[in-house]
Structure formats: C-alpha cells, structure tokens
C-alpha cells in the first residue's frame, strides 16, 4: 500500500500544530512547529487566505489521517463503517482508529511514535492475547492484551522505549505492566478521553456531502 516518504515535520508544520509523528523529537527544543511555525513551501510564510468552509473540512481530514497514518482510501472506508453504526459518527470514527492495533502501541509507549509503532507490528513483534499479529490496522477489542512478543522483549531499542516512556499520561482506558512489557484496552474511550486536537464533524460534514 502506498505510504508517505516525505519529510514528517513538513506534515506538521502545514497543519499548524505537533502531530507527534517523530517520537521524543517532537517534544524536544528541535520540534519544526518551535523552529518554523509556519506552512511548508517557497510561500509558506506569506499564506494568509482564509479558509472556506470547505477547506477547514479537507483540512480537519487531512490532519486526522497524518496523526493516524492512515491513507485516503483506508481513512474513508473508516467512516462508512462509522456511518453505518448507531451513535455519534465522529465519536465513533475516532473510536475506530483508536482501537487501531498500532495506535496502541503507540499509547502504550511501547514505541515512541505511531510509525514506529507500525514497524513494530508488521515485523512480528506484538501479540494479542498471546497470538502474534502482524496486521497495523488489526481492530483491538476491550479486554484483549497486547504484549511485546516473548524473544523481542530484549531488543534494546524497545526496551529503552519501554523504560524511558513518553511524558504523555497513560490514558484511563488503558493499563500497561512494564514488567511484563503487556497493556491492556480496558474499553472503547469516550470522546471526551481522546486527545486528540480534531473537529471530528468537520470530517463528517466533508464526507456527507
């Protein structure tokens, strides 16, 4: 599947805020947001033109996508899945990228960014409930346990990820046992427990159209 090569921090800078894609750089003095807080390009300086409502709600999509590194097709088909549930569709769309298997990881701090996270999966060194799997996008249920895989729990680098965890909080919905390097979804977070900075119905607005 295609992915973004691109410089990250360019991501960042053309939404206009951290997006978290380069681990503990992104918390650090060498952020692009701290050294140039503005759009990326010969003109990123000069852009003042105000949006329309129709680019807030391309903007607000696309900067769902770079914090979840996912894809348009991939990101679209989230929300048809999210439509077609009972609920608040914007709720329910973040619930499902959150849920994401990578996404996890991430949270856990058992890798120091989603993409790193990503990495980790698809190169088999995460199980759930005891099983491994190799799958990102692989949709983790409340209850089920994630555990860095039994012979990767000695590789350095994620045992230096694990011991040095980011400064961002554990969330509520979730436990973690450094120990044993195994977390836990205790349930399916609420909006109001994601931090995530998005305006979900602007993404929903965009897609009803």
Not at 28 to 38: L, M, P, T, V
Not at 41 to 52: C, I, P, S, V, Y
Not at 95 to 122: C, F, H, K, M, W
Not at 174 to 198: C, H, I, S, T
């Amino acid at each position: 599947m295609a992915r973004y090569l691109d410089g990250k921090c360019r991501q960042c800078r053309r939404e206009g805020i951290r997006l978290y894609l380069k681990g503990e750089r992104c918390y650090s003095d060498k952020c692009a947001i701290e050294r140039r807080a503005y759009a990326p390009g010969e003109h990123g300086q000069d852009r003042r033109t105000k949006l329309t409502p129709y680019g807030q709600q391309l903007r607000e999509k696309q900067k769902a996508r770079r914090i979840y590194g996912v894809m348009e097709r991939q990101f679209r088909g989230y929300f048809h899945r999210a439509a077609r549930k009972e609920g608040i569709t914007g709720e329910i769309l973040l619930q499902l990228l959150e849920t994401r298997l990578d996404n996890l990881v991430y949270r856990l701090g058992i890798a120091p960014s989603r993409n790193g996270a990503r990495q980790l999966v698809r190169h088999g060194h995460i199980t759930v409930n005891g099983h491994r799997v190799d799958i990102p996008s692989f949709s983790v249920r409340p209850g089920d346990a994630i555990q860095v895989a039994t012979k990767s729990r000695e590789i350095g680098q994620i045992k230096d990820t694990v011991a040095n965890r980011r400064r961002t909080e554990m969330q509520e919905w979730l436990e973690f046992d450094e120990k044993a390097m195994q977390g836990r979804l205790l349930q399916v977070p609420k909006r109001d427990q994601l931090p995530v900075p998005l305006q979900e119905q602007l993404i929903v607005e965009l897609y009803s159209k």
